[in-house]
Structures are given as structure tokens and as C-alpha cells.
């Protein structure tokens, strides 16, 4: 355990009453699912556990880009307490939400974003409050921390440490094993206690009206990938997020009951030249019998750090590939870290009042360029 973190009993005491949260129903109308792998980490510890869940992971790491974890560790009540702390959150009066503001000029994004920016000419605004909360590491130990996450700091901490030690660590030593690398070598190259950008994030899509959905969607239905290396989304029932199969077609992600979803990043596609996929996903108009209902969010990113340099990784499997390019085995050529490249992304996607259209344009950074927009 990292040290300082010490186990938290799951009701901490706050000056604000944090009111329970449950899941929602799940949609009844008949969407067509995405068919996903299923990652069982309680085999993880087992005799050659490892490498037969990094044989289930190939295939979801290198064509797919999303899967789902089960049995992580992390218990239900917990999780659903995480919810709730962020449920409660979006209730809070304007005026504290604003209190911590993500720092976009910087290209920070630890804080409250607002559901401020308008969609291109359409007259509608996002749907979209997110509070992004950073790690407790020495490096943040002066960020701002709004009420609720002040009252019940040590408990979302412990959350978040655990779900980087039970869930995100273990899935770096799996893509560490189908790289042939030493087996922490990914999770060394995103270490927890390293400086990073990687947050857990109470996120919340507002109820919008069908009109104002087709609005929004007319401007754009494409998607996006990540900016960092690793999502991981908790199941919440309200069925929206999409993503786009090998085969380019658009298909629901199904919540699964005790499940995250997990799907890799751009960082990672940049450390390991195309071999792991970024997948490209986006959220649309939820069911109609949906449609009035708060699509509420629990997820946490994992980002390359400073310590991280932006190069393909020395991967046995990448070099018999052909995928490692001779500039990147110069360990002397300098080339951006985890932390610079984030950042820039960050700030060139949201420091803007206007989302603009972004068909046929891409994002380049020292050497690094991602697609803006994908149909």
C-alpha cells in the first residue's frame, strides 16, 4: 500500500449529507451490444494466472481496444458510495462547483468543468459536468479540493489508490507479458507515486430534450479516442456509450453487473507504434425509456507522467514486428513526456467557449499526431 493511504470505513463523516445513489433500470429496448471480452482478475494470483488472462487480453488490446474486468476487489457498497459522493456533488450550488475550475489555458484538468461550451452554431450547450479528482501524491498536495471532496478526503483516496493497485496495475502487467516485456514494466512506466495527470472522475450527462439531442448529434455524430493510456468506466445502466468495431460499425458497450468497462488509450498506442488500439467511441441519445434520466458517470484515467518518455517501448514482440522504429531505440534523442503530451491535448480539445467541427483535421505534437475527429 502506498504509504500514508490507510483503509477508510466506507460512510466517512461530512458536513453535507450524501444521499445514497442506485442504478437506474436498464434500458429494455433491444440495442445491439458490442461483444467484449471478459477479464477475470480473481485468477490473476493464481498459478500462471497471468499469462492465460494475457492470452484473453490479446486479442481485445490489439483489434478491439475495449474489454470488460470482473472480480477486481473492489466491493460493490464502495463503489456505489463513490457514486453517490458524486451524485451528491452536481447538486452543490453553482458557486461552489466553481470554486476549483480545471485549468484548460494550462491544459490541466483536475477540478470542476462546467457544462459551458456551446456545440458549433446549434444553440444547444454540452450535457457534460465532470469533477476530476487528482491522487494523493506530495506533487498535489496544494490543489484545491472542493467541500464534499474535502469532508470525505481519505476515503476517495483509498478509492482511488485501490482501484490503480487492483485494477489498473494488474491490467499494465498483463499488456507488459503480450509485449514480452518485464512484467511491471508498464506499471512502472505509470507508477502511482510517479507525477501524473491520472484522476478519478465524477462525471454526469444532464437530461437533455430529444430535440436538443438531435441538435447536438446532427452537428456531430463521430467519435474520439482517449487522451491518455487506460479508461476504466463503472457500469451505470443508462445505456449510450458507443464504440466502433474492427468491422466500422457503431455498437452499445452492456453494462455488466459488477464489471468495468476498460479500454486503452492514445499514450499507449503511442508507446507501443499502433500495436495496442486507442478505440474510437463516442456517447449518443440515450433510449427513449432512458431519455429522462441522468446518465451518471464513475471512472478513473491512468496517463503517462513525467517520467515517461513518449517513445515505442524496447518490446521483444515489437521489434520481431518490425514496430520499433530506429529513432526511438536513441535513448539520447530527447522526445516529449507522458505529461507534456497530455496537456497540450488537453488544452487544444478544451480551452474554447465553441466546439468547433473537427472532420479531416488532426492533432500533432513533437512528433505525435492523432486523428481530432473520427466518422
Same mark, same amino acid.
Not at 456509450?241 to 455498437?251: A, C, D
Not at 483535421?361 to 481530432?372: P, R
Given at each position: 500500500m502506498t504509504p500514508g493511504l490507510v483503509e477508510a470505513e466506507p460512510q466517512a463523516s461530512s458536513t453535507t449529507l450524501i444521499k445514497p445513489w442506485a442504478r437506474p433500470e436498464e434500458t429494455k =429496448?433491444?440495442?445491439? /451490444?458490442?461483444?467484449?471480452a471478459t477479464i477475470d482478475l480473481s485468477r490473476f494470483d493464481e498459478p500462471g494466472g497471468k499469462q492465460d488472462l494475457a492470452r484473453q487480453l490479446y486479442d481485445a488490446v490489439t483489434r478491439v481496444g475495449f474489454w470488460i474486468v470482473t472480480n477486481t476487489g473492489l466491493d460493490d457498497e464502495r463503489v456505489l458510495r463513490q457514486f453517490s459522493l458524486g451524485n451528491t456533488?452536481?447538486?452543490?450550488p453553482l458557486s461552489e462547483k466553481r470554486k476549483f475550475?480545471?485549468? #484548460?489555458? =494550462?491544459? =490541466?484538468? #483536475?477540478?470542476?468543468?462546467?457544462?459551458?461550451? /456551446?456545440i458549433g452554431d446549434t444553440g444547444v450547450k454540452e450535457n457534460i459536468e465532470m469533477l476530476n479528482i487528482h491522487k494523493d501524491i506530495p506533487a498535489w498536495k496544494d490543489v484545491g479540493k472542493h467541500r464534499i471532496v474535502e469532508d470525505n478526503w481519505d476515503e476517495i483516496r483509498q478509492f482511488h489508490w485501490e482501484l490503480w493497485e487492483k485494477v489498473a496495475r494488474k491490467i499494465f502487467v498483463l499488456m507488459s507479458i503480450i509485449l514480452e516485456l518485464p512484467e511491471n514494466y508498464l506499471a512502472d512506466a505509470h507508477a502511482y507515486e510517479h507525477v501524473s495527470d491520472d484522476h478519478l472522475r465524477y462525471m454526469i450527462y444532464n437530461v437533455r430534450t *430529444? =430535440?436538443?439531442w438531435d441538435k447536438a448529434q446532427a452537428y456531430s455524430k463521430g467519435g474520439h479516442t482517449d487522451f491518455g493510456s487506460l479508461t476504466l468506466l463503472f457500469s451505470q445502466h443508462v445505456a449510450g456509450?458507443?464504440?466502433? @468495431?474492427?468491422?466500422?460499425? /457503431? $455498437?452499445y458497450v452492456k453494462p455488466v453487473e459488477g464489471g468495468i468497462t476498460c479500454n486503452a488509450a492514445d499514450t499507449l498506442t503511442f508507446l507501443t507504434n499502433g500495436f495496442i488500439k486507442s478505440t474510437i467511441h463516442r456517447v449518443v441519445t440515450p433510449p427513449k425509456d432512458q431519455l429522462n434520466v441522468p446518465r451518471l458517470g464513475l471512472l478513473y484515467f491512468s496517463r503517462p507522467g513525467d517520467n515517461t518518455p513518449m517513445r515505442t517501448v524496447p518490446s521483444p514482440l515489437l521489434d520481431r514486428l518490425g514496430l520499433i522504429p530506429e529513432e526511438h531505440k536513441d535513448l539520447s534523442k530527447p522526445v516529449p513526456s507522458g505529461t507534456e503530451y497530455v496537456r497540450a491535448r488537453v488544452k487544444d480539445v478544451h480551452h474554447k467557449t465553441v466546439i468547433d467541427k473537427r472532420e479531416g @483535421?488532426?492533432?500533432? #505534437? $513533437?512528433?505525435?499526431?492523432? *486523428?481530432?475527429?473520427?466518422?
Open positions: =429496448e433491444d440495442l445491439d /451490444w458490442a461483444p467484449l456533488f452536481f447538486k452543490e475550475l480545471c485549468n #484548460f489555458a =494550462e491544459g =490541466e484538468y #483536475f477540478g470542476y468543468r462546467e457544462n459551458s461550451r /456551446w *430529444q =430535440e436538443e456509450l458507443q464504440i466502433r @468495431t474492427p468491422e466500422g460499425e /457503431w $455498437k @483535421t488532426k492533432f500533432e #505534437f $513533437k512528433g505525435l499526431a492523432v *486523428q481530432n475527429h473520427y466518422e
